[in-house]
């Protein structure tokens, strides 16, 4: 799954991305910006076929988050 979220921020942010970990920040990925922040999980969601809350789209700091985001249970 982190391949895939390091190919999709690539793909949106439209440049190469380092080796991402579950610690990675996004406040330290190139080109992140609250503009980016919305972009990204958009994408991600309909990659995921999925929908984050409003809560958790703001919680979200680390790609570790957005991997617990996507694995959490859905109600």
């Known amino acids: 799954m982190i391949e895939t979220l390091r190919n999709l921020f690539a793909d ?3 440049q190469p991305m380092p080796e991402f970990t579950p610690a990675t920040a996004f ?3 190139p080109g992140w910006d609250s503009v980016a922040h919305l972009a990204l999980l958009l994408t991600i ?3 995921f076929n999925t ?12 790609i ?7 694995e959490a249970p859905r109600g």
Request: aromatic residues 4%.
């Open 45 to 47: 969601e309909r990659h």
């Open 51 to 62: 929908a984050f809350t409003s809560t958790q789209m703001v919680q979200m700091k680390t």
């Open 64 to 70: 570790g988050d957005l991997m617990n985001a996507l």
């Open 27 to 29: 406040a330290d990925v």
């Open 12 to 14: 949106v942010l439209q």
